[in-house]
């Protein structure tokens, strides 16, 4: 299994460009979640989605973000238009079906930068 | 509401000598505990995880982790720390109902010293 696997690992913006972030899960699994790590507020819960469908997007920061999930094996967050304080670490994780007890798997995540 | 307390941002050990990272939980019952681990540059890879039975569970690398229900703790050790095992280390809280989250707490980097 090649695991949790994000593009692109690097990302460098302008202010205002749209950014799309990728993510393939795990196969079989049927939660995926997308997380957000910055130094000051550390790991953020951003969205997550079951069976494709989203779930709980609470931790959204606001309407430039957004996220899909248009099939089991693939899920997109967009910054539109993106600022500098967008800059972070986003990590996509996905887990299989049933309790917690399973944790989550997470991709290497993709680092960016807005300038 | 559930959280995760890790007081000590940095940790400084000597390479060989034993280590223990602190964390302390909030929850209304027993909740899944977890432990992982992050490499510069990397995501964050399970090292153990704690649902039930023995309260003494082991890991990947040689770690192992205690959950004590009396002071809502769940440490993390290691005997013998090696130069690999610098990193950056977060305990999680997981519910044991549908909501499916994982609470992280703020991480607690550690530096081996040669």
């Known amino acids: 299994d090649a695991g949790v696997i994000q593009s692109p690992r690097h990302e460098v913006t302008e202010m205002g460009q749209e950014v799309t972030l990728r993510c393939k899960p795990i196969?079989?699994?049927?939660?995926l979640f997308w997380y957000r790590q910055t130094m000051m507020r550390g790991l953020e819960l951003l969205i997550y989605f079951n069976n494709n469908v989203p779930i709980d997007d609470s931790g959204m920061p606001e309407d430039r973000f957004s996220a899909k999930m248009p099939n089991a094996s693939f899920s997109t967050l967009k910054i539109q238009p993106s600022e500098p304080r967008d800059s972070a670490v986003y990590f996509c994780?996905?887990?299989?079906?049933?309790?917690?007890?399973?944790?989550?798997?997470f991709g290497s995540g993709t680092r960016l930068t807005v300038v | 509401a559930q959280s995760v307390t890790q007081p000590d941002i940095h940790i400084t050990v000597s390479e060989g000598a034993s280590l223990e990272l602190r964390c302390n939980y909030s929850y209304g019952a027993t909740p899944y505990l977890f432990w992982y681990v992050q490499s510069p540059g990397q995501g964050l890879q399970l090292l153990l995880k704690?649902?039930?039975?023995?309260?003494l569970v082991q890991g990947i690398k040689g770690f192992e982790a205690e959950f004590k229900r009396s002071q809502s703790s769940f440490n993390l050790r290691k005997p013998s720390v090696h130069w690999s095992d610098a990193a950056e280390y977060f305990c999680?809280?997981?519910?044991?109902?549908?909501?499916?989250?994982?609470?992280f707490g703020s991480g607690t980097r550690l530096l081996v010293r040669p």
């Open positions: 994780a996905s887990r299989p079906q049933g309790v917690n007890y399973y944790g989550y798997t």
């Open positions: 704690y649902f039930s039975g023995d309260t």
């Open positions: 196969s079989g699994h049927d939660y």
């Open positions: 999680a809280v997981g519910a044991r109902d549908s909501s499916y989250k994982l609470i």
